[in-house]
């Protein structure tokens, strides 16, 4: 039995089979390749996106907008974008004809998603994806939440081993696009999870697509989301897959990375400058160590916009590109491919950036599966929990102290500190764990400033087990040095704190020395290295990840009820209509020097 994963290869396994008829006129296809005959390059477009988080719905908040310079007045300003419905709108109207373009992701197309897709285990953006008409995407970090048994589900297909089938008489089919793991491998055989690459032909030239993730993935998912797995170097694996493609007589080659940078401005199209310098983070210093065979290179993790030039081993600029996150924009590449030598021209690679405006009409099909899967959500979704009396920005915040940080820190010592819950007597929030804001302006029928399950659990989707934790004052000193140190020395992951904790952060200094010692203070008294104290976290953040060993160290652990429960149970008992939640005042850390968004 032949299996298709493509909507590419599913077109080229009807023509061979003779199932499109007899008809001896040339297609406008054969017309196009016979007169690409007569040229020495044919062309050959890439459509990318990343980091999509099961975004079915236009997200709300920060996240459902992107920064642009306003033509009429030149000020920078915040445009709603993104939704699956316009997405697929503004990809089809930039597609040209199928032999001739490729649709490619950079990871996280799962994962951390709003309820309307996490409630059915991400099943509706694997089919929204295939609707989208996505070919191939490599795996990100997110693609392991639930474990590499629901990645495998996801890309073969079954109904969910716990949950079973949502629908009677349906069975979800898997993905016919298809996912790259070069550098995740099985611990006891050494073979990549998911296949390393994908190759393809655009007309009559192979291309080649090697995905990875970033080599960090087990600091930063669950230990239970990685088990038995190893995850290898980005660039060597690179290397190896380019070499091997090479082999096979594949010189065309486009890296997948789930890994990214930082632009030095947060305007969708800013300008990275013709060798890169106006971008940094670890993509940078990848990218300048692949292999100058790989053409082209398509990034995501970072939820950042960029389409820069950086030098590759040999000095020529390489196009590296990232589409922010959450169907906000997608990516147009261009490029020109070399019939005889098979390479990808470089100087021909053109990409551009392009917001997915809500201005254009929805997609039908897009239209019918969002209401499908929303309906079937809704009396879950829709029940209101709690309220507020204005935006509480967790995501859309860029200060180093969130409010909605704040306010998730304050539930979890509020759910944790009674003594059969396991005496909590301070509690820490990672950053990269609030995944959105809390919206005053109704999301629908709700009303102004009513906070729904859906809207909490959009906020805090991973649905973390919360733990309880005994500290030494020292361990607990080491904890608040360890977000500016160690592997967080270069990109500090600052903590959400609860409101009993105050402390200073000098930015101005380097390392563990930002943490200022003599000024924390727990309940108004210095914390004392010798003591112990009940630290309340999350299960991924207790378990030392994000880069915090301290974490790990704690003893008599004691398991709570998860982080959405908490939180949820928070927002019911501390607000009501007539007396709503407000953004916390955000004096809890005090920073001293720049700051900045560091997720």
């Not at 009409?361 to 709690?386: S, W």
């Not at 210095?526 to 990840?545: M, S």
């Not at 704690?554 to 009501?576: E, I, R």
Request: hydrophobic content about 40%; aromatic content about 6%; overall charge negative.
């Amino acid at each position: 039995m032949l299996t298709v994963r493509s909507r590419r290869t599913a077109l080229a396994v009807v023509a061979a089979a003779g199932l499109l008829g007899t008809v001896v006129v040339p297609t406008a296809a054969q017309a196009a390749d016979a007169n690409s005959q007569r040229h020495k390059t044919v062309n050959l477009q890439l459509l990318a996106i990343n980091d999509f988080h099961g975004n079915l719905e236009p997200p709300a908040g920060s996240s459902g907008t992107i920064k642009e310079i306003d033509p009429a007045t030149g000020k920078e300003v915040a445009t709603p974008a993104g939704g699956i419905e316009y997405l697929a709108t503004e990809l089809r109207k930039a597609r040209i004809p199928a032999d001739d373009s490729i649709t490619v992701a950079a990871g996280d197309i799962i994962g951390a998603s709003p309820l309307t897709s996490a409630l059915f285990h991400d099943e509706p953006t694997i089919e929204a994806m295939d609707k989208l008409g996505l070919d191939v995407t490599s795996v990100g970090n997110h693609e392991f939440d639930e474990g590499a048994q629901e990645l495998l589900r996801m890309q073969e297909g079954g109904c969910h081993p716990t949950d079973g089938c949502y629908e009677p008489g349906r069975t979800f089919k898997g993905a016919n696009f298809n996912y790259l793991s070069a550098n995740v491998t099985d611990e006891k055989t050494g073979k990549p999870l998911l296949a390393p690459y994908w190759i393809t032909k655009s007309q009559g030239v192979k291309v080649g697509f090697i995905g990875v993730t970033l080599e960090g993935t087990p600091n930063i998912v669950t230990a239970e989301g990685v088990k038995g797995l190893k995850f290898a170097n980005e660039v060597t694996t690179i290397n190896k897959y380019a070499a091997e493609l090479k082999a096979k007589g594949v010189n065309s080659i486009v890296a997948l990375i789930h890994e990214g940078g930082y632009p030095a401005s947060s305007v969708y199209n800013y300008d990275c400058g013709a060798a890169g310098q106006g971008i940094s983070g670890p993509i940078v210093d990848i990218a300048k160590k692949i292999d100058p065979a790989v053409g082209a290179i398509v990034t995501g993790h970072t939820h950042n916009a960029y389409a820069c030039s950086i030098p590759d081993p040999n000095g020529v600029p390489r196009s590296v590109t990232s589409a922010a996150s959450f169907g906000r924009l997608f990516t147009q590449i261009d490029m020109k491919l070399d019939k005889t030598t098979g390479e990808i021209v470089r100087p021909s690679v053109k990409a551009e950036n392009h917001v997915v405006r809500r201005t254009v009409e929805k997609a039908p099909d897009m239209t019918a599966l969002v209401d499908h899967y929303a309906k079937l959500a809704a009396p879950i979704a829709n029940r209101p929990i709690g309220y507020i009396g204005s935006d509480i920005n967790g995501r859309g915040s860029s200060d180093l102290e969130k409010p909605l940080g704040d306010l998730i820190a304050d539930a979890q010592l509020a759910g944790l500190a009674p003594a059969d819950k396991g005496g909590a007597q301070v509690a820490f929030m990672n950053p990269g764990g609030i995944r959105s804001d809390l919206v005053y302006k109704a999301s629908g029928s709700e009303g102004d400033g009513v906070v729904t399950y859906g809207e909490a659990f959009t906020v805090q989707p991973f649905t973390n087990m919360m733990q309880v934790k005994t500290l030494t004052g020292a361990q607990l000193i080491q904890l608040l040095q360890q977000q500016v140190s160690g592997s967080n020395g270069a990109a500090p992951k600052v903590l959400q704190v609860s409101s009993n904790l105050h402390y200073t952060l000098d930015m101005r200094k380097t390392g563990a020395d930002r943490v200022v010692v003599d000024s924390i203070r727990l309940n108004g008294a210095p914390v004392d290295p010798a003591a112990k104290y009940r630290v309340a976290a999350n299960e991924f953040l207790a378990g030392g990840g994000d880069g915090f060993p301290a974490f790990a160290a704690g003893t008599d652990k004691l398991v709570g009820a998860s982080d959405l429960d908490v939180f949820t149970a928070y927002l019911g008992a501390h607000s009501s209509a007539g007396a709503p939640l407000r953004a916390p005042a955000q004096d809890r850390i005090k920073i001293i020097g720049p700051g900045s968004d560091i997720d």
